[in-house]
């Protein structure tokens, strides 16, 4: 990293709420690393069926598509600090229970189905405000640095560390010692929420909680880049991405025939592509065509999904699932920090969770089907026809109108920030 990267990435971290912020997110990004290798080797371990861990799996995604809205309309009305405070509290008492419940070998699947109902709900409220709190104590030129180095110590907490941990602690202690390490990863993350002070930010006229929703799907409708990549990116997740999450675990345990340390070596590839990808954004001024870029990271990154169908080899599977979460890290790098800019500061919880929403509404349909076509045609083909239908997402840049950022010199503007996460 150059030094003129190295002094950013040290200016953004002298903004006590943002270091703060930042810490805890490590920390619990870390702890969900290991609860996502627990997770399916609990559910395979009870039942050894792709279906039941694809309605677990699911079950995360679920109460998203009901309550992202809602959430990113509250998200703009009260305090985003605290909204996340709630989630970490809910998520850490939930999955510490469920670890207690393995413990005493009482653990069923449909305690684990509900744990990850409670998970979705949760997360429905705190994404929208984990986007928008950034541009609540950040200058707006910080923005990218910011979103590079939130993407590098996710890619290295959430698919290195934690998986490669959690690898290691099923095989040693069993999936309950995972499930508990999540738990103290959430009391880490709250207390440092806790400590932020003086957060303050843009709150969105009182109305009605319907007409503050349509408003912010009013105007991701009204801005065609982002309506239309939306869509595509809901394909690309449907097809490819969501599917992963059961596609990898499935292929690995049932093509290959490892265990949970390839499993974990698997995820802690995804980790070491999404880090590499989050230095090479932090080397780079962010590109002027930003639309384009992140398009054509996102569409390499579904082909990657193919080739990981045919490969003959384990460890060209785990090479190929790196290169995959590197390209989406990239393209993901630029995504939020061009949300971030281009949104009014009293809409950007809402438009969050329209983003997220789309990314997220056919993740339970995208998990369920990934895991009926894999027993039904096979784990390498469902693998092969996902990549392809995410490679052909990328064709929305020939729609018109979804270029526009670029031609309007978007990523050379100056945000319209009211700097005081």
């Known amino acids: 990293m150059s030094v003129k990267q190295r002094s950013r990435a040290g200016t953004v971290l002298r903004h006590r709420n943002f270091a703060l912020l930042w810490s805890g997110q490590a920390v619990s990004i870390a702890g969900n690393g290991a609860f996502t290798v627990a997770l399916p080797l609990e559910v395979l371990r009870l039942t050894n069926s792709p279906l039941d861990l694809a309605l677990v799996v699911s079950g995360r995604a679920l109460p ?13 009305r009260l305090s985003r600090r605290f909204v996340m405070l709630g989630s970490d509290i809910v998520c850490g008492i939930s999955v510490s229970l469920t670890a207690i419940l393995i413990a005493a070998g009482k653990v069923q699947v449909w305690e684990l189905f509900l744990l990850s109902l409670i998970f979705g709900a949760a997360s429905a409220f705190f994404r929208p405000a984990a986007t928008a709190i ?20 996710e890619s290295v907490s959430q698919y290195l ?44 006229a009182r109305s009605r909680i319907l007409t503050g929703m349509i408003e912010g799907l009013r105007y991701c409708y009204s801005q065609r880049w982002l309506w239309w990549s939306l869509i595509a990116i809901g394909l690309a997740n449907l097809t490819c991405f969501v599917p992963f999450v059961i596609l990898e675990p499935l292929l690995v345990r049932n093509v290959f025939h490892a265990g949970p340390i390839a499993l974990g070596c698997m ?7 999404g880090a590499l990808a989050s230095l090479v954004a932090a080397r780079r001024q962010p590109p002027v065509r930003r639309v384009a870029t992140i398009w054509t990271a996102w569409t390499a990154a579904g082909l990657c999904g193919v080739v990981i169908g045919l490969s003959a080899w384990l460890w060209m599977s785990v090479l190929f699932a790196g290169l995959t979460w590197g390209l989406a890290t990239y393209g993901n790098i630029l995504w939020l920090p061009l949300i971030q800019q281009a949104t009014p500061p009293e809409l950007l919880g809402r438009v969050s969770s329209v983003d997220w929403m789309f990314s997220l509404a056919l993740s339970p349909l995208g998990t369920i089907a990934g895991g009926a076509a894999a027993g039904a045609i096979g784990i390498r083909l469902t693998l092969i026809a996902g990549g392809a239908l995410a490679t052909a997402a990328g064709a929305v840049l020939l729609i018109p109108g979804v270029r526009d950022p670029d031609k309007q010199g978007l990523a050379r503007q100056p945000s319209h920030s009211r700097v005081t996460s």
């Open 64 to 76: 998203s598509v009901f309550l992202l809205l809602l959430g990113g309309t509250l998200v703009d």
């Open 134 to 153: 950034v541009r609540d104590i950040l200058p707006s030129d910080l923005l990218v640095p910011a979103s590079s180095l939130s993407s590098f110590s």
């Open 161 to 204: 560390f934690g998986p490669l941990a959690g690898g290691v602690i099923v095989a040693a202690s069993g999936t309950g010692w995972a499930f508990a390490a999540d738990g103290a990863s959430f009391a880490v993350s709250a207390i440092c929420l806790a400590a932020m002070r003086n957060v303050t930010g843009a709150k969105a």
């Open 267 to 273: 995820y802690a590839a995804s980790g070491a592509g």
